[in-house]
T-cell receptor, first 116, second 108 residues
Framework: DTAVSQTPKYLVTQMGNDKSIKCEQNLGHDTMYWYKQDSKKFLKIMFSYNNKELIINETVPNRFSPKSPDKAHLNLHINSLELGDSAVYFC???????????????FGAGSRLTVL | DAKTTQPPSMDCAEGRAANLPCNHSTISGNEYVYWYRQIHSQGPQYIIHGLKNNETNEMASLIITEDRKSSTLILPHATLRDTAVYYCMFYNNNDMRFGAGTRLTVKP
């Protein structure tokens, strides 16, 4: 079984559309994350949820809205897509938070979003 | 400002040890150093982490200087499959950034 699974793996859409990326982890972890990797390959954290509570909310446009229905799921909804949103989005999970000592991230395989 | 500093690229001969350095001079006493790698465009993969002592696991060894301002990841016998971008990082407050990493190329 895949530990952190994301769907879809590839997403091609037009500017202005709204799309969602889903993430699920079966590791029993308490914390989940969304990272964005742009064309320059920098990995930037966007959001983090701990037990469904938002704990990290980096400076991202409010067109991006994470939702965590339970601690095993963290979905990313993007409204009014723009060309600059094209990137690979990685979901990750960890047992605890940055406050809890050693905290190893397990990443999903990524979702490549292309906005035309 | 970057939290960590790594050389942008390194080469290593297959079968030889790969030593990847990282400077993290602003790390605090209770913050762990973590190493991850990313092969092609796959999701980053955890390698090893440490606080003060040197660490070893089945993938690699981690050497942390006594002042904790730098560390070195050692892949003892690099293979072609170890070609990847290697990231060192540490977390503090809400900051869980990855730096630019080192692109390691293992050559036959």
């Amino acid at each position: 079984d895949t530990a952190v699974s994301q769907t879809p793996k590839y997403l091609v859409t037009q500017m202005g559309n709204d799309k969602s990326i889903k993430c699920e982890q079966n590791l029993g972890h308490d914390t989940m994350y969304w990272y964005k990797q742009d064309s320059k390959k920098f990995l930037k954290i966007m959001f983090s949820y701990n037990n469904k509570e938002l704990i990290i909310n980096e400076t991202v446009p409010n067109r991006f809205s994470p939702k965590s229905p339970d601690k095993a799921h963290l979905n990313l909804h993007i409204n009014s897509l723009e060309l600059g949103d094209s990137a690979v989005y990685f979901c990750a999970s960890s047992p605890g938070t940055f406050r809890s000592g050693a905290n190893v991230l397990t990443f999903g395989a990524g979702s490549r979003l292309t906005v035309l | 400002d970057a939290k960590t500093t790594q050389p942008p690229s390194m080469d290593c001969a297959e079968g030889r040890a790969a030593n990847l350095p990282c400077n993290h001079s602003t790390i605090s006493g209770n913050e762990y150093v973590y190493w991850y790698r990313q092969i092609h465009s796959q999701g980053p993969q955890y390698i090893i982490h440490g606080l003060k002592n040197n660490e070893t696991n089945e993938m690699a060894s981690l050497i942390i200087t006594e002042d904790r301002k730098s560390s070195t990841l050692i892949l003892p016998h690099a293979t072609l499959r170890d070609t990847a971008v290697y990231y060192c990082m540490f977390y503090n407050n809400n900051d869980m950034r990855f730096g630019a990493g080192t692109r390691l190329t293992v050559k036959p």
